[in-house]
């Protein structure tokens, strides 16, 4: 079993810009989820799918950040209009069946 | 959401120690995972422990459902231990609540 990859690893963009992150999930894996790490903090949750639906939001999702999850397989991120604030990695996890999740090697977003 | 707290936030050790990492959490769970954060940031799954004791080389867990904590065992530490030490809990396939982590740094 290859693991959770994402796409890209690191990425700078300008204040206001547009920015979308990609995460394979690994293979069969029917739930993925979002995460955002700030520094020095735990990973918080953004959202969360069951195959294609998405069925859970955070509070922290607001209407900038959209997550789309086409025929259950990978599943895009897309911030619009980026601010400083949003500078994080953004992790992405999946699981099937029990409970445990494997997470990817994480996006590095900088907003300048 | 699920109050996670971990002790101690940072911990400083030479090779060869021991050491415990404590989880607290607020509710009941039914997953619990302790995570290793390498520097690039990846999360290295440990263990998947919602109970009862493991054990994986020199790192063993132990979760206490009933109290509610889980405690994190490093022995014969290795400078290659050093790093963040999460530990994550949920409720079914819910998303994962996470503590603040705690800072292992292990010197030769």
């Known amino acids: 079993d290859t693991g959770v990859s994402q796409d890209p690893r690191h990425k700078i963009t300008k204040r206001g810009q547009n920015v979308t992150f990609r995460c394979d999930p690994i293979?069969?894996?029917?739930?993925l989820y979002w995460y955002r790490q700030t520094l020095g903090q735990g990973p918080e949750f953004l959202t969360y799918?069951?195959?294609?639906?998405?069925?859970?939001k955070s509070r922290l999702l607001s209407d900038r950040f959209s997550a789309e999850r086409p025929k259950g397989s990978f599943s895009t991120l897309e911030i619009q209009r980026t601010e400083q604030g949003d500078s994080a990695m953004y992790l992405c996890?999946?699981?099937?069946?029990?409970?445990?999740?494997?997470f990817g090697p994480g996006t590095r977003l900088t907003v300048t | 959401g699920i109050q996670v707290e971990q002790s101690p936030p940072d911990l400083i050790l030479q090779e060869g120690a021991n050491s415990t990492l404590r989880c607290n959490f607020s509710?009941?769970?039914?997953?619990l995972q302790w995570f290793h954060q390498n520097p690039w940031g990846q999360l290295i799954n440990l263990f998947y422990?919602?109970?009862g004791t493991k054990q994986n080389g020199r790192l063993s867990a132990t979760t206490v459902a009933t109290e509610r904590y889980s405690l994190l065992y490093i022995s014969s530490s290795q400078t290659t231990d050093s790093g963040v030490y999460f530990c994550?809990?949920?409720?079914?396939?819910?998303?994962?609540?996470f503590g603040t982590g705690t800072r292992l740094t292990v010197i030769p």
């Open positions: 422990i919602p109970s």
């Open positions: 799918f069951q195959n294609e639906a998405q069925l859970e």
């Open positions: 509710d009941s769970v039914n997953n």
């Open positions: 293979s069969e894996h029917n739930r």
């Open positions: 994550a809990v949920s409720q079914g396939a819910n998303n994962l609540f």
């Open positions: 996890a999946s699981t099937k069946g029990s409970y445990e999740q494997y």
